[in-house]
Each structure stands twice: as C-alpha cells, then as structure tokens.
C-alpha cells in the first residue's frame, strides 16, 4: 500500500482539491512563471535581508531587474 493518499499521478491531478490548488497560484507562483526561480530567489532575498536599494540588484516596484528597469528610475527622478 503506498503511505501517499492518492498513488496514481493522473488521479490525483483530477481531484477537485488538485482543482483548487491549481485556481489560486501565489503570487510567488506567478513571478516565478514569469520571471523565473533565480529573480524570485533574488526578490525574496534581498527583501528579507533590508539591502539597501544601492546594492540591490532587483526592483521590488517594477518587478525587474535593476538594469532591465534603471531607466523607469531615471525618468522618474527627472
């Protein structure tokens, strides 16, 4: 017997829990999508540690980069 609930890989994607959890992604499931595990890691780690935003190498506001979105920045501060 398996100590899994559901042992059948196809049977468990098809249960109406399986159905929900796929509805509500996270926002870290969306950003991970988008722009992949290495900026979600960057994201979350530079946020948690407080690096100060010359040192930072991702926008928390733009959901970038920095050197994808520095001239978002620059036209701001004009």
Known sequence: MSPYLISDAD???TTELATL???R???????????GDDFSRALYRETKYAVPDSERTTCPVHQDWRSHCMPLHLSVAA
């Open 21 to 23: 959890r796929r509805a």
């Open 25 to 35: 992604t996270t926002v870290a499931d969306a950003m991970s999508e988008l722009f």
């Open 11 to 13: 049977l468990a994607a």
